[in-house]
């Protein structure tokens, strides 16, 4: 979004405010608009801020910001929290190795460069030179390097850049000995991935969106290209669309040994269909080979005349499938390794064995089988917490990484043969993990299911009830919230606040039951649960409602908005960040509908309708009600969830909350929904949010 500097309209803003909780308020005009949604009629005053890329929106940020900005300078320990996490994020941090024609690959941040940098090694004890450099791309580091996929020759690199956050990705080619680049160029290229095959590779876009609404138009139509290189993009060839169903969503991919293409059709965030080619077969075309909606087919690879599919088709904990591309219609899979109590969540296939990632209690274990589906051996991790693994089908070296709440992210050089292990890259963080204890928790919600909790705190911590806490939750769309370790919670720690992450129903800590649970007219139990962790918070002498604070991202804004709304009593402070607000109109924007499976349109049914009405945070603020002080954040370039939905939620906040908190909205320039976040900009936002938290939850800074 384009920032006015200028004196007459800020002029005509701030004479408008109004005065509450010794805040200036910007006034926000008021329209009269509604909708009719099966006979009720639903006021949308604030419809206006849905066009942000309008003259009077910008007019609005820049004034709430201001506000926002003014309020935060005043806080006395602010620039000793961005020293202390900028002190804290000044360590190299690494990406584990890939190999690619006998040379290694991997990313690399010196500390607080803005973006990683891609590396290529000759060998492993060679020194590294630098293949791409992000931080080169822009000024400020706002352009992201968001994929890189090499050719299986090594010769090429494809790789992807957005820019300012943005879910946009434009394509590049690279000759990897030169670094040069090749004239391709590929533009309105958005989820998807690059897969090579032969002279060229596949990718995923849109047609170009009308100009001045690139940020908020529905995604619609989208289309599997085949670019081949120093091709024109206007000479790509369409490999697959369907010109039937504008809101579907096509992902293609190449087996390692580039003899079949795989193209996923998805028309939400869970479920999707299969399709097939065979690529030593040109002239044929793709076969459907698992049709359907209701799960979710994911491909490993194709070994030794076999295709690998781990999924969760009559299976809701997932199983890993065979096909035989000879016969590769679902009725004739055979089930490879079946369901078990814990949820298979990854399969990799390296040196000719099978790595399968188990779930257990909201933590990883990690096992190896060999082909034939026989357990092997477990893999041994330092401790509970959550490990990756990478590497290939016909190498017998591997790379896992593993972090958990205390631990910080430490990568390993695995021998698949021996099963052996050595220690490759240990995080070079000040940090003392002896210092602090990270301990699971069972609470019971308000049904009675038991639900698992993380609780991360300093030892010697008295549980007297007084204890400033942090909250954080997810449950939505089967992602699972995992132990990992991270810098911006530490000033937070060290100052004595407890940190709890509780794993909701809607994620997919125990598999699709536990997903479906928390979806639709089972929403409710999301936002139960969460209320639940902070009862128990409570009950447990962790911390008391005067000392609690929630925090929450995109789904998890929802939960954060929905939670502050029907509890508003229970909490101090609240965080929805890039949040999911107006239940009624989220699927009108970008690639909102995809998200339906979950949430359900109030287009549906009525009772679908008065369901979402019923939590829609946006829609149950209510006036004469003391809200928790809130901090929402949102960024004007996020075409995930459109900054839209926290415009109008903050607007109506300030309009209809009293009492002395503050209710404040920080909207950041040139970012989006988060992903490709340049470092600068991350400690900028991570200080702001914890400044807020620890002053209005009384804390002072030591």
């Known amino acids: 979004m384009k920032t006015f500097f200028k004196i007459f309209f800020f002029t005509l803003i701030m004479f ?6 010794n805040l200036q308020y910007p006034e926000t005009r008021k329209e009269n608009v509604s909708d009719d949604y099966w006979g009720t009629q639903v006021n949308d005053p604030y419809r206006w801020l849905e066009d942000d890329r309008s003259q009077e929106t910008e007019e609005w940020v820049i004034a709430q910001n201001q506000l926002t900005y003014s309020y935060l300078e005043k806080i006395p320990f602010r620039d000793k929290l961005r020293e202390r996490l900028t002190e804290l994020m000044n360590y190299p941090k690494y990406g584990y190795p890939q190999k690619i024609n006998n040379k290694y690959y991997f990313y690399k941040n010196d500390g607080l460069q803005n973006q990683s940098v891609l590396y290529e090694l000759d060998s492993l004890t060679a020194e590294p030179t630098i293949l791409l450099d992000p931080n080169k791309l822009s000024t400020d580091g706002t352009i992201a390097l968001s994929q890189a996929s090499f050719s299986k020759d090594g010769k090429y690199l494809a790789y992807s850049i957005s820019k300012s956050g943005s879910d946009w990705n434009e394509i590049f080619v690279m000759e990897v000995a030169t670094r040069w680049l090749l004239p391709d160029h590929i533009e309105w290229v958005k989820f998807s991935g690059i897969s090579w095959q032969g002279n060229g590779f596949y990718y995923s876009a849109y047609d170009k969106p009308e100009s001045g609404k690139e940020y908020s138009n529905k995604n619609e139509y989208h289309k599997v290209f085949y670019h081949r290189l120093s091709d024109n993009q206007t000479q790509d060839k369409i490999v697959f669309e369907n010109k039937e169903y504008a809101l579907r969503n096509y992902y293609a991919g190449v087996s390692e040994d580039e003899k ?4 996923m059709e998805t028309e939400s965030t869970s479920g999707n269909s299969l399709w097939l080619k065979d690529l030593t077969k040109p002239k044929t075309k793709a076969v459907l080979i698992a049709p359907g909606f209701n799960s979710d087919f994911r491909i490993i690879d194709h070994y030794e005349g076999k295709i690998y599919v ?4 009559q299976a809701p904990n997932q199983q890993l499938m065979v096909v035989d591309p000879a016969q590769p219609q679902l009725k004739n899979w055979e089930t490879l390794i079946p369901e078990s109590k814990h949820v298979i969540e990854n399969v990799s296939l390296i040196g000719g064995q099978l790595f399968v990632n188990y779930l257990q209690d909201a933590s990883n274990r990690l096992y190896a089988y060999d082909t034939s ?12 917490g959550t490990v990756g693994i990478s590497g290939k089908y016909d190498d017998n070296e591997a790379f896992y ?3 958990s709440y205390t631990y910080p992210s430490t990568i390993y050089r695995y021998d698949v043969a021996e099963n052996k292990a050595e220690l490759f890259r240990k995080s070079e963080i000040s940090f003392n993990a002896e210092d602090f204890i990270s301990e699971q928790v069972f609470y019971t919600s308000k049904d009675g299911t038991q639900v698992p909790m993380s609780i991360i705190y300093k030892k010697g911590l008295k549980k007297n009830g007084k204890n400033p806490t942090m909250l954080y939750g997810y449950g939505g769309f089967n992602i699972s919230l995992l132990p990992g370790f991270s810098v911006s919670r530490i000033p937070f720690l060290e100052q004595g606040g407890v940190y709890a992450i509780a794993n909701l129903r809607g994620g997919g800590e125990y598999g699709e039951s536990w997903h479906k649970a928390g979806t639709k007219m089972q929403k409710q139990n999301v936002f139960d649960d969460f209320i639940a962790a902070a009862e128990y918070l409570i009950a447990e002498n962790y911390t008391n409602s005067k000392k609690l604070a929630i ?8 939960l954060v908005g929905a939670c502050m709304t029907q509890r508003p009593d229970l909490f101090a402070v609240a965080i929805p960040e890039v949040g999911v607000l107006d239940m009624l109109r989220y699927q009108k924007f970008t690639i909102g509908w995809a998200w339906a499976t979950d949430y359900g349109t109030a287009e549906d049914s009525q009772e679908m309708f008065e369901y979402l009405l019923g939590y829609s945070p946006l829609h149950n603020l209510k006036a004469g009600t003391a809200y928790p002080a809130t901090l929402i954040t949102t960024g004007d370039h996020d075409d995930r969830v459109v900054p839209a939905h926290s415009f109008k939620f903050a607007a109506t906040l300030q309009e209809l909350h009293v009492g002395h908190t503050p209710t404040l909205i920080r909207i950041d320039v040139k970012a989006g929904h988060g992903a490709g976040k340049p470092i600068s900009k991350i400690i900028d936002a991570q200080t702001d949010v914890w400044a807020f938290v620890m002053k209005n939850l009384g804390m002072k800074y030591k």
């Open 16 to 21: 408008s405010c109004n005065q509450k909780n």
């Open 373 to 384: 589906g026989q357990l092997l051996h477990e893999i041994k991790l330092p401790t509970i």
């Open 260 to 263: 079949f293409l795989f193209i």
């Open 310 to 313: 781990l999924t969760n088709y």
């Open 401 to 403: 990484m593993f972090t």
């Open 551 to 558: 925090n929450g991202g995109s789904n998890g804004g929802l």
